[in-house]
């Protein structure tokens, strides 16, 4: 079985401080892990994904995430917030090495950056 | 390339019409997927298709049918909605190789 967890119902941050949301996930096998931003009225964008390779993984609107086996994370970080970075976020993940085809969602992180 | 469309954009309907939600991408995907998004819930996965000619049950397939028409479309339909349904239906695509989903931008429904 797979799920994710985010921890943070929302995250409050200053414009121009660094930010974090939060991701962790449980699966049998070996993960594929997504990042998406929802902004309002719109559908889910895809922000980034981690399948192999590098831990640190970067993606669009200089968002990064860092994949850490050991604490079962993969949290989604940005040095420089910025106002326009409000909206809400979702992990999901798909652990391929247990057969699963379809990835689990998280219920999403609502991210306000403050001016 | 217009990505993942869907129609219609909003939908009113009373307890027990039907209705047919419309999806198609232009990215030659394999797999396309239906989702419902309600407050606090996150995505639900109601239906998928791994490739043309197969569709299989999500998370909340219940009161919901769907049809994949050509690799291209892939409709989701109400045979008898119910208030529960009220919700915001989002259909995705994705490519075997590359594995992220593409999201349309969502049809709201309201079940009076």
């Known amino acids: 079985a797979q799920s994710v967890a985010q921890p943070e119902d929302q995250v409050n941050v200053a414009e121009g401080n660094p930010l974090t949301v939060k991701c962790t996930y449980s699966?049998?096998?070996?993960?594929?892990l997504f990042w998406y931003v929802q902004y309002p009225n719109r559908g889910l964008q895809f922000l980034l994904k981690?399948?192999?390779?590098?831990?640190l993984v970067k993606g669009s609107y200089g968002f990064e995430a860092e994949f850490n086996k050991s604490q079962t994370s993969f949290h989604l970080k940005k040095p420089s917030a910025l106002v326009s970075d409000s909206a809400l976020y979702f992990c999901?993940?798909?652990?391929?090495?247990?057969?699963?085809?379809?990835?689990?969602f998280g219920r999403g992180t609502s991210l306000i950056v403050h001016p | 390339n217009a990505g993942v469309t869907q129609t219609p954009k909003f939908q009113v309907l009373k307890t027990g019409q039907s209705m047919t939600l419309q999806c198609a991408q232009d990215?030659?995907?394999?797999?396309m997927y239906w989702y419902r998004q309600d407050p606090g819930m996150g995505l639900r996965l109601i239906y998928y298709?791994?490739?043309?000619?197969?569709?299989d049950k999500g998370e909340v397939p219940n009161g919901y049918n769907v049809s994949r028409l050509n690799k291209r479309e892939f409709s989701l339909r109400l045979e008898s909605a119910a208030p529960s349904q009220t919700s915001v239906y989002f259909c995705?695509?994705?490519?075997?190789?590359?594995?992220?989903?593409?999201f349309g931008p969502g049809t709201r429904l309201t079940v009076t």
């Open positions: 995705a695509s994705s490519d075997i190789s590359t594995y992220e989903q593409y």
């Open positions: 699966v049998s096998g070996n993960p594929y």
């Open positions: 981690y399948i192999t390779g590098d831990n």
């Open positions: 999901a993940v798909r652990d391929v090495s247990g057969g699963s085809y379809i990835p689990t």
């Open positions: 990215m030659n995907h394999n797999s």
């Open positions: 298709s791994a490739s043309e000619g197969t569709t």
